[in-house]
């Protein structure tokens, strides 16, 4: 996704972590129609379709819905499962955990701490030091390399 999509949602910010409350109504109308089949509705997207899959540049990994940041490459690792995967979120804070029983699994789903989109879910059978392995759908990914998240925070600090 591009920042073009982003012109009409005004809950997308890399720097403001305040939880949001929107309805599914209303992100439908702000977000694309693949990140809001996984992000609002729980879907899943095909496995080996993800450009981050491999992506090994360095930066931050943000909340396609949102903007809040999720993960950074230091964490990102080739896990073979057919989806961009990391060992450790950013903060506790970035991620929320529900339990999922769906589909007759018994699973960890993950979801932005900011907007509650869902993410992927996480499994326990990741690399040191964790452990764990967040399997996440790159539709609900933004990418933003080292540089540029360092000139969006420089701009942030100018302006306070
Ligand atoms: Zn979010």
């Known amino acids: 996704m591009d920042s073009s999509d982003k012109k009409n949602n005004p809950y997308y910010s890399n720097t403001d972590s305040s939880k949001l409350n929107v309805s599914d ?4 109308k702000l977000l694309p129609e693949d990140v809001y089949y996984i992000a609002r509705q729980k879907g899943t997207e095909r496995p080996g379709t993800s450009r981050f899959e491999y992506l090994k540049d360095k930066g931050t990994y943000y909340c396609a819905a949102c903007g809040n940041g999720l993960f950074v490459s ?6 073979g499962c057919g989806w961009p995967s990391f060992y450790q ?3 506790k804070a970035s991620i929320i955990y529900t339990p999922d029983n769906t589909h007759g699994m018994t699973r960890t789903e993950v979801q932005c701490g900011r907007c ?3 993410l992927g879910h996480v499994f326990d059978d990741g690399p ?3 452990g764990l392995r967040y399997c996440i759908n790159g539709v609900v990914l933004d990418f933003k390399k080292a540089k540029e998240a360092e000139k969006n925070f420089n701009e942030k600090d100018k302006k306070d």
């Open 128 to 130: 040191p030091p964790t």
């Open 74 to 79: 230091d964490t990102k690792f080739e896990s």
């Open 89 to 91: 979120p950013i903060s």
């Open 25 to 28: 109504d209303e992100w439908k």
């Open 116 to 118: 509650k989109a869902h």
